[in-house]
C-alpha cells in the first residue's frame, strides 16, 4: 500500500461546480499534512496546510480525519484558473519529520468552460 | 525576482556524461532539498541538507551527488547520467523555525538522457 494515495482523476467539471478530492494516508502517527498545487510542468505551490479543526482559504476549504486517515480539500465555485494537479502531502511524527515530505501522485482537475 | 532559482531550466545530454543542476535561494532558509518527478509518482526526495555542514541522501540518491556551497546554494551532480534519471528535478527550501516548516519549491529543472 502506498503511503499517500491520492485519485489521479481527472476530475472534469463545470465553472461553478463544487468539487472535492479525497487524500489517503498509511501512517497513523503523520504529523502534518498539506495541500499542494501544480500546474502543468511548473513547480508545485503551497495551496494551504490542513488543521484538525479543518480550515478554509476563500472558496478553498480541507478537513483532516485522523480516524479514518484521509484528508479532504473541497473547492466551491470552481474557475477556470482552478484546473491544476493537487497534490496531498503528509510528513511523518517526529522531532526532525515535519522535514520529510510524503507525496501523493496528485489529483487532475480540469474546469471546462 | 524569484526566491529560489535553478539553472539550467532544460538541459539534454547524453548517457555517461555527468551534470550538475544549481539551486540558489534569497529566502535565508537553511533546509534545502533536492527532488525528482517523474510521470505517475509523486515527487521523491534525492537528497537534503538542515545547513552547509548537514547533508543527507533521500530515499533515492543513488546516481547522485550534492554538495552545499553556501546556505543559499545547494548543487545536485549526476556523475555518468542514465537514461532513466530522466525526469523533472526540483529544488526547495524549508525554514523550520516558521512553524510548520513548508517547502518551497523552485521552478524545476527538465533533464533528458539519452
Known amino acids: 500500500r502506498k503511503e499517500v494515495e491520492q485519485d489521479p482523476g481527472p476530475f472534469n467539471v463545470p465553472e461553478g461546480a463544487t468539487v472535492a478530492f479525497n487524500c489517503t494516508y498509511s501512517?497513523?502517527?503523520?504529523?502534518?499534512f498539506f495541500w499542494y498545487r501544480q500546474d502543468c510542468r511548473k513547480e508545485p505551490k503551497l495551496l494551504m496546510s490542513v488543521y484538525s479543526s479543518g480550515n478554509e482559504d476563500g472558496r478553498f476549504t480541507a478537513q483532516l480525519n485522523r480516524a479514518s486517515q484521509y484528508i479532504s480539500l473541497l473547492i466551491r465555485d470552481s474557475k477556470l484558473s482552478d484546473s491544476a494537479t493537487y497534490l496531498c502531502?503528509?510528513?511523518?511524527?517526529?522531532?526532525?519529520?515535519?522535514?520529510?515530505?510524503?507525496f501523493g501522485t496528485g489529483t487532475r482537475l480540469k474546469v471546462l468552460a | 525576482d524569484a526566491d529560489v532559482t535553478q539553472t539550467p531550466r532544460n538541459r539534454i545530454t547524453k548517457t555517461g556524461k555527468r551534470i550538475m543542476l544549481e539551486c540558489s535561494q534569497t529566502?535565508?532558509?537553511?533546509?534545502m532539498y533536492w527532488y525528482r518527478q517523474d510521470p505517475g509518482l509523486g515527487l521523491r526526495l534525492i537528497y537534503y541538507s538542515f545547513d552547509v555542514k548537514d547533508i543527507n541522501k533521500g530515499e533515492i540518491s543513488d546516481g547522485y551527488s550534492v554538495s552545499r556551497q553556501a546556505q543559499a546554494k545547494f548543487s545536485l551532480s549526476l556523475e555518468s547520467a542514465i537514461p532513466n534519471q530522466t525526469a523533472l528535478y526540483f529544488c526547495?527550501?524549508?525554514?523550520?523555525?516558521?512553524?510548520?516548516?513548508?517547502?518551497?519549491f523552485g521552478p524545476g529543472t527538465r533533464l533528458t538522457v539519452l
Open positions: 526547495a527550501t524549508s525554514d523550520p523555525g516558521a512553524g510548520t516548516d513548508t517547502q518551497y
Open positions: 501512517n497513523s502517527a503523520s504529523q502534518s
Open positions: 502531502v503528509v510528513t511523518p511524527l517526529g522531532t526532525s519529520g515535519t522535514y520529510k515530505y510524503i
Open positions: 529566502k535565508g532558509h537553511d533546509r
